[in-house]
């Protein structure tokens, strides 16, 4: 589902408030982990003993595909279980989604999330948790410092602790590359002129971004 005129900014502005609070650069991992710590959001997983054992067999077996996380709403205050089973990278991105439904405060009792998105007939959440957990991980001024600097997907997927399609997404969704080609092509094209011009800009969107709140 399309996303309201004017989300993709909000979120931007969400992600690096975010970052400013946890004190992490733009241009550095986020530990979704911290995040949820931060805001007081408990992560349980599915070795918590009061889990029905049938139920925990099931998810860390033959269906753990099919389980990420569950976000519930306890009282005032919201828990995560997650699976444990799961490699960290894809971890990582479950809590960030589940993280993204909190901060942007969706109205939710229950949400399962599976392998593709949680089951939930809010298409338009859905794509709102999807675009901040995507700007929570790489933020789009992270993804253009790494467009400037010619990193691979795979590069930017290893540091920023994310899969490989998340880097693409993130590369191509922030025009990341197509921009750097433009002003490679606008103002230059030496390796020297590039080194210079590219530490610079590096510069000037970290201060920028950081600036303010550190
Ligand atoms: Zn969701």
Redesign the pocket.
């Known amino acids: 589902m399309a996303l309201r005129r004017g989300f993709k900014e909000a979120a931007r502005r969400i992600a690096l408030d975010v970052r400013a609070e946890l004190g992490v650069a733009v241009f550095a991992p986020l530990d979704p982990y911290a995040l949820a710590e931060l805001y007081g959001i408990d992560i349980h997983d599915l070795s918590a003993p009061d889990l029905p054992s049938a139920a925990v067999e099931h998810f860390t077996g033959p269906a753990a595909d099919s389980f990420s996380a569950a976000l519930l709403s306890v009282g005032t205050g919201s828990v995560i279980i997650e699976n444990h089973t799961h490699d960290m990278v894809r971890r990582r991105s479950t809590i960030a989604?589940?993280m993204?439904?909190v901060l942007l405060e969706h109205d939710f009792g229950f949400?399962l999330?599976e392998n593709q998105?949680?089951r939930?007939s809010a298409s338009e959440?859905?794509s709102e948790?999807?675009e901040l957990s995507g700007e929570l991980l790489v933020p789009r001024d992270a993804a253009r410092t790494a467009a400037f600097r010619g990193w691979t997907d795979y590069s930017v997927a290893r540091y920023f602790r994310v899969s490989e399609s998340m880097a693409r997404w993130r590369m191509n969704t922030s025009a990341a590359r197509r921009i750097a080609r433009r002003w490679r092509n606008n103002t230059g094209n030496t390796a020297e002129t590039r080194g210079q011009r590219g530490t610079w800009l590096n510069k000037r969107v970290s201060s920028r971004v950081t600036g303010s709140w550190t």
């Open positions: 989604h589940e993204a439904h949400l999330t998105g949680c939930s959440a859905e948790a999807a």
